[in-house]
């Protein structure tokens, strides 16, 4: 009936997101992690949706200019319920 989403599955996604953006601009998980200040080894588990920190993946939609975006979709998702009628 409803399908819900789990934290891990959102992370996977957010992975193939940086990782199709890195292979996108040609650029290895070295190039990456160097263009960051973090290891390779932290650019590949963001990749992989594991074990990645809030500003690990701030700093990669930064890089690959996806940061504007998001920070647009929350503020508009505020918005909205803001601007939504409470039934209490």
Not at 11 to 24: S, Y
Not at 30 to 36: D, M, N, P, Q, T
């Amino acid at each position: 009936m409803f399908e819900t989403i789990e934290i891990k599955d959102v992370k996977v996604e957010i992975g193939r997101l940086v990782r199709a953006v890195r292979k996108q601009r040609k650029l290895t998980q070295s190039e990456v992690a160097e263009r960051l200040a973090v290891s390779r080894n932290t650019i590949q588990n963001l990749e992989s949706g594991k074990n990645f920190t809030i500003n690990t993946l701030f700093k990669a939609l930064k890089e690959f200019d996806l940061l504007d975006q998001v920070h647009r979709e929350i503020l508009r998702e505020r918005k909205a319920i803001e601007q939504t009628k409470s039934l209490y």
